[in-house]
């Protein structure tokens, strides 16, 4: 018997494509990917790609006869799956998931605002990480199948990082800045709230990683007189060690969905010093879980902030415990792993 196929259209560089990919390894289900965009193959993504344009991807569901058509990301995937569809005298059912900005900020900008609209009343089912994302898409024109909230990178390991051994965030010497700086992307801010927390950092080292070249000479200038220490590309269970080692994780950001980095910074005991123009609020509580910076542009705000996760213990071990416990009951990738299989089979029917 024929086993049923998901066709994937999505970024082949994406660490979200391959992890978001291999909940399906093991399972019944036979994958195809098509690029949305070129780039290097990640490297945990080993599986053919096909490549070309929206004609390309039609004849692609024409001759391949996928069950399910997934689109991972809406920008490049969500439109190239759209003019497919177009070219299509049919077309299985389609999947969209929504990832990031896609349409919390996109879909405010006049040029990407019909697009979106197009997508949402054209899609079968629509994937989200934030309830936020749900709602903006029913404004959109979406009508049809809402999947599980979860996030775009499927689960984590919860399991076996639960029993690894603990350190209290109060005992950590560790701050470890996100150094993206792009047209989302907001580091900079962070670096300069540096200064405003010179005094209280003097025992600590600081850890910028995913940075490029200009940032990371940006963060020597800002940091001149503390200890930085520029994380090189890593595994993602080293990534999840630097958290583990980390009493305060910063991640900024004019917009996001719901951060992986929080995420992995929650489960490891890491206190998030979060920007709020992402989903950050349906999973912490300002104040109590972490601190939920509202303009990421303000590095008074976040220095202020950063100063106080580093110096009050009890904020911050008190929130490792709840955050923990937070991710272990949304985000364990056993259990989500079944969650999106059963929907791939809800779309089959």
């Known amino acids: 018997m024929r086993s ?51 004609a390309a991807l039609a004849r692609l569901v024409c001759e391949t006869r996928p ?17 497919a569809k177009t070219l299509s005298d049919s077309f299985p059912p389609w999947v969209v998931s929504n990832w990031g900005s896609d349409i919390s900020l996109f879909g405010r900008l006049p040029e990407h605002a019909a697009r979106i609209r197009a997508v949402m009343e054209s899609c079968d089912f629509y ?86 070249e200009e940032m990371q000479f940006c963060a020597r200038l800002y940091a001149a007189d503390l200890r930085l220490r520029v994380v090189p590309p890593c595994t993602h269970e080293e990534m999840l060690k630097l958290h583990a080692a980390s009493r305060v994780s910063i991640g900024l950001s004019i917009s996001d969905g719901i951060s992986t980095s929080l995420i992995e910074a929650m489960l490891m005991g890491s206190f998030p010093v979060q920007s709020g123009t992402g989903c950050a ?25 950063l100063c106080s996760a580093l110096r009050f213990d009890s904020i911050v071990d008190r929130a490792a415990e709840i955050n923990r416990r937070t991710v272990a009951e949304r985000c364990d990738g056993a259990k989500i792993r079944e969650q999106v299989l059963a929907e791939y089979r809800r779309a089959l029917g």
Request: charged residues 25%.
């Open 4 to 54: 049923p196929t998901v066709l994937f259209v999505a970024f082949p560089f994406s660490v979200h494509t391959a992890r978001w990919v291999s909940q399906l390894h093991g399972s019944e289900w036979h994958v195809e990917l098509f690029a949305s965009a070129e780039g290097q193959q990640h490297e945990d993504l080993k599986m053919p790609v096909h490549e070309g344009d929206a």
């Open 67 to 83: 069950d399910v058509v997934h689109s991972m990301e809406i920008q490049h995937g969500g439109y190239l799956t759209l003019k």
């Open 127 to 212: 994937h989200c990480e934030c309830h936020r994302d749900l709602a903006l898409a029913r404004k959109f024109g979406f009508r049809g199948v809402e999947w599980p909230i979860i996030p775009v990178g499927g689960g984590l390991n919860v399991e076996r990082w639960l029993r690894e051994p603990f350190v209290p965030p109060s005992r950590r010497r560790v701050v470890a800045l996100k150094g993206y700086q792009s047209w989302a992307g907001r580091a900079q801010t962070a670096l300069a709230a540096l200064r405003r927390a010179g005094n209280e950092l003097r025992d600590y080292e600081l850890a910028l990683y995913v940075a490029d």
């Open 281 to 305: 609020c349906e999973w912490v509580e300002d104040g109590q879980t972490a601190f939920v910076i509202r303009d990421p542009m303000n590095p008074e705000e976040v220095g202020e902030a």
